[in-house]
């Protein structure tokens, strides 16, 4: 091996152990400086320019608490508690996701290839010139459709069945919302209601408590979302990175 090359190599080296240690820096430390030197430490090495990710809304996950917490009476509020406690937490995992997933559909070179070709049954040359957005949202064509699918199966099965966001999901649920989970008691709102039984009191601080064993679901109802958020979000944007991929040897 060349000097030249074994300090190429040694570069690569660096720049992964760097965007590794930022991103769990952004991820488990909340560091958004942290985030900002990893976005641009990819446009310098990779020239990936157009991250921009489109966030879950919150009323999913608030859903999820609801339909788990049916039967508690004052469910709302914990929903409410929760959600707000874990909102910048469930944005930062969904951003490193995001992030992960469009950064191998960039650099997927033999689906990057077979989608342009695609595209130019579709689209005239001239026009590809012109084009900011090429199949990201459109599910019109069905030849697309079908590489969209095959394209994220061959990925599921390149990364493991998805078992790296599942491991990743567990980690983050672990170390960062299962605390905040388990004391949902401590912080959640409290409330007044109305006591229509007791004629003596017309208000008092309804008992908003969970047990144990609820939390303990909550939590694993909890794991469960941030594991299929995580894989929706990484698919989507693998599928928007080759999309972006093809357009940039459009737009240089």
């Known amino acids: 091996m060349s000097v030249q090359n074994a300090q190429l190599n040694q570069q690569t080296l660096n720049f992964v152990d760097m965007?590794?240690?930022?991103?769990?820096?952004?991820?488990?430390?909340a560091d958004s400086s942290a985030m900002q030197l990893l976005l641009n430490l990819y446009d310098l090495e990779e020239k990936i320019h157009n991250i921009f990710p489109s966030y879950v809304s919150i009323k999913n996950l608030k859903k999820d608490i609801l339909s788990f917490l049916?039967?508690?009476?004052?469910?709302?509020?914990?929903?409410?508690?929760?959600?707000?406690?874990?909102?910048?937490?469930?944005?930062?995992f969904e951003l490193v996701m995001y992030l992960a997933g469009y950064k191998y559909g960039y650099n997927a070179a033999s689906e990057v290839n077979e989608l342009e070709v695609i595209a130019l049954r579709h689209i005239d040359l001239c026009?590809?010139?012109?084009?900011?957005?090429?199949?990201h949202y459109d599910g019109e064509h069905?030849?697309?459709r079908r590489f969209r699918k095959e394209a994220m199966e061959r990925h599921i099965n390149y990364i493991g069945g998805g078992n790296r966001i599942k491991e990743e999901a567990n980690r983050f649920s672990k170390v960062v919302?299962?605390?905040?989970?388990l004391t949902l008691n401590h912080y959640v709102d409290r409330q007044l209601?109305?006591?229509?039984?007791?004629?003596?009191?017309?208000?008092?601080?309804?008992?908003?408590v969970l047990t144990r064993e609820e939390l303990i679901g909550l939590n694993r109802k909890l794991?469960?979302?941030l594991y299929r958020d995580g894989l929706r979000i990484y698919l989507s944007a693998y599928w928007c990175g080759i999309n972006d991929s093809v357009l940039r040897r459009y737009h240089p």
């Open 177 to 181: 919302l299962r605390r905040k989970v």
């Open 127 to 135: 026009h590809m010139f012109e084009r900011k957005v090429l199949f």
């Open 142 to 144: 069905e030849d697309v």
């Open 193 to 208: 209601q109305v006591d229509f039984l007791s004629p003596k009191k017309l208000y008092r601080e309804s008992d908003y």
């Open 223 to 225: 794991k469960n979302f």
């Open 70 to 92: 049916r039967r508690k009476e004052n469910r709302d509020i914990f929903a409410n508690s929760l959600t707000n406690a874990i909102y910048d937490d469930i944005n930062r």
């Open 19 to 29: 965007k590794t240690k930022l991103t769990q820096k952004f991820l488990y430390g």
